[in-house]
Structures are given as structure tokens and as C-alpha cells.
């Protein structure tokens, strides 16, 4: 059975799984579902339609579902799917996340998504597993993450950008251009190099690495056109689907992708000497 602190409102279409444990001070209105185990420690709010996978825990003073922040949207009048949570999610607090601005697609963070203080995922983004947002961290309306992406302190994606998989931002940069899967976004719009130890950490096969790194060497910080970047790194992905996979999110954008810079002739300290050799 759920346990729910006496302080706490809990709305008469909300569904709560066996384990579930509402601290006090909280307010569940609407159609908000959550899965076995899901623990709101106190003072969380949440508005449906909201669904919440099992074991995810939530820190006070997180607000989940309510309206975007899209002037189109228009409360109690535009239908939204509202939106969708994985399971053992760790949200702390402060944290917001909005409502989809559609009736079909909801915004939706995938399973073990680590969100610290105060960061923000905006109506319709679409978050892949295991990606972290660090302190004040936050993503516009539309925003595509990326299993295994880091966001560091105080990163800011633009509205309709892609992060590709296992993609990382140091802290403080801000992006209004797609950052491609296992590089590194800083400061405004680059990208510096490749988030090796992310790749390491994973498991990834050394020889996919080095291929990453030529990939990387010979292609993306050479600038190129879209198209001229997309069949240079299918020749190197021919034998590497990490190389391919960089290749395909680069055809599939809208966006440009974040131009390469090198941060040693502007100040810096490189991120990954080795590809300046």
C-alpha cells in the first residue's frame, strides 16, 4: 500500500503502485501515475497527465507536468500528453520539468536520469537513459538528449538542438547548434574534442576509439560542409559503427553542427591533447 503523509493532497485521479511514499507537503493533481516504489520526500508538486517509473525519488520543491513555457499554450484550453518519467530517476531539488505542447508526444526523460539542483528540462525534450544534469543545467522547449550525456553546471541548450550519444558540455557553455555523439561542447557553440573517458568508462572498444579519434582529426575539425563531413566519416565508419553513427546524426540534422575550436591558440587547455598531435 502507498503511504501518504496527512499534510499531503493527492487528487482522486491520481494511481499509486504498492511502495510508493508521499512526504508531507505535497500536491498531486490530474491524471499522475506513479510506479512502485517512487518516493517524493516533501513539498513536490505535480501535475498531470504525469507518469513516473518505479523507484525514482524526488527531492523537495520539484515541480513536474505544469504548463510550458510557450505563449501558444494556452491552460485548460491546449491538450497535452503531458509528462513521462523512467524508472529510478533521481530528481533533486528544485528541479522543473514541463508539459508537451502536443496531445500525442509527451516530454519525456528516460531511466536512471540523474537531475541536480535547479535544472530544467523544457516542454517537448525528448532525454535518453543515463544522462546527467548537473546543478542549473538546463533545455529548451524541443531539445533532443542522447543516452549517456552530461550536462555540466550551468549548461544551456537552445530550443530544436540534438545532443548525440555520450556527448558532454563543460560547465557553463551554451549551444544553439547540434552537438554530435562522444565530443565535447565548450564555451559557445564548439566543440574541442572527444569525451574520451566518457568512451573509456563505457567499455568501448579501444580500436572503435581510435577510429572516433581520426574521425574527429581528419573530418570534424576540419569545418567541412554537411555533406562533404557526412561522406568523409562514412569512408572512416566503414569498419567502425561508433564513426558511423557520428555520420548519421550529422545527415539527419536540420541545425549545424557545433564547429570545431581549437582552445590552445585561444587560451585554453586543450580537453584532449592527443588530437592536436
Known amino acids: 500500500m502507498p503511504e501518504i503523509h496527512a499534510t499531503s493532497h493527492v487528487g482522486p485521479e491520481c494511481e499509486l503502485a504498492d511502495g510508493v511514499v508521499i512526504g508531507p507537503h505535497c500536491t498531486l493533481t490530474g491524471r499522475v501515475k506513479l510506479g512502485p516504489g ?14 513516473i ?16 513555457q510557450d505563449v501558444k499554450f494556452t491552460r485548460g484550453v ?8 523512467g524508472s529510478d530517476c533521481k530528481l533533486r531539488e528544485h528541479v522543473t520539468i514541463h508539459a508537451s505542447t502536443k496531445p500525442d508526444v509527451p516530454t519525456r ?18 532525454v535518453g537513459n543515463d544522462v546527467n544534469f548537473v546543478n542549473n543545467a ?32 563543460s560547465a557553463g557553455s551554451a549551444v544553439s547548434t547540434d552537438v ?15 569525451n574520451v573517458v566518457g568512451l573509456r568508462r563505457s567499455g568501448m572498444d579501444r580500436g572503435e576509439i581510435t577510429l ?13 560542409p554537411r555533406a562533404q563531413t557526412v561522406e568523409r566519416l562514412r569512408e572512416i565508419g566503414a569498419s567502425s559503427s561508433a564513426v558511423m553513427e557520428v555520420a548519421d546524426f550529422v545527415a539527419g540534422g536540420k541545425r549545424p553542427i557545433c564547429p570545431y575550436r581549437n582552445q590552445t591558440r585561444s ?4 580537453e584532449d591533447p592527443s588530437l592536436d598531435m
Open 109 to 126: 526523460l528516460g531511466d536512471r536520469v540523474w537531475m541536480m539542483v535547479g535544472s530544467h528540462v523544457a516542454h517537448d525534450c525528448q
Open 212 to 224: 572516433l579519434r581520426r574521425a574527429f582529426r581528419e573530418v570534424l575539425r576540419e569545418n567541412l
Open 38 to 51: 517512487v518516493q517524493l520526500l516533501g513539498h513536490v508538486y505535480i501535475q498531470g497527465p504525469v507518469e
Open 78 to 85: 491546449t491538450a497535452t500528453a503531458g509528462v513521462v518519467i
Open 138 to 169: 538546463g533545455l529548451a522547449g524541443h531539445v533532443q538528449v542522447g543516452d549517456k550525456v552530461t550536462l555540466a553546471g550551468h549548461a544551456i541548450v537552445h530550443q530544436f538542438v540534438r545532443m548525440g550519444r555520450m556527448a558532454f558540455m
Open 267 to 270: 587560451g585554453g587547455g586543450s
Open 53 to 68: 517509473g518505479a523507484r525514482t525519488f524526488i527531492y523537495p520543491f520539484t515541480c513536474i507536468g505544469f504548463e510550458p
Open 180 to 194: 554530435p555523439p562522444f565530443c565535447i561542447a565548450w564555451g559557445r557553440n564548439s566543440i574541442v574534442g572527444l
